[in-house]
């Protein structure tokens, strides 16, 4: 599985982003796709991320300002990012999971820098 993530900038405090992960290769059973973030000097963190059941979960800072949602067409998921904050300010990487009987299978993408001026 190979994960490509866009969508990443530069804006000012209270604009938004839509953030793109597109899925190529055995993508039949990803089973979860999400967005973590990492800012400088800080661990890796759950954005949101959404089971092929539509099944949703989000950070707590993330509830009200940001929606995650997939074409399941163009293998995609998105991550709408509103109300933009300078502490939101990370790179953000898109993740994939399998799940088997025996493990987790986990796949990462590049990441990609969203900026929040004050």
């Known amino acids: 599985v190979q994960l490509q993530a866009s969508g990443g900038g530069l804006v000012q405090a209270g604009g938004c982003l839509r953030l793109?992960?597109?899925?190529?290769?055995?993508?039949?059973?990803?089973?979860?796709m999400g967005w973590y973030r990492q800012a400088p000097g800080k661990q890796r963190e759950l954005v949101a991320g959404?089971?092929?059941?539509?099944?949703?979960n989000y950070a707590n800072s993330a509830k009200g300002r940001f929606t995650i949602s997939r074409d399941n067409a163009k293998n995609t998921v998105y991550l709408q990012t509103n109300s933009l904050k300078p502490e939101d300010t990370a790179v953000y990487y898109c993740?994939?999971?399998?799940?088997?009987?025996?493990?987790?299978?986990?796949?990462w993408g590049q990441g990609t820098q969203v900026t929040v001026s004050s």
């Open positions: 993740h994939a999971e399998q799940w088997t009987a025996w493990k987790t299978n986990t796949y």
């Open positions: 959404m089971t092929n059941g539509a099944i949703t």
């Open positions: 793109s992960c597109a899925a190529s290769g055995s993508i039949i059973s990803i089973n979860y």
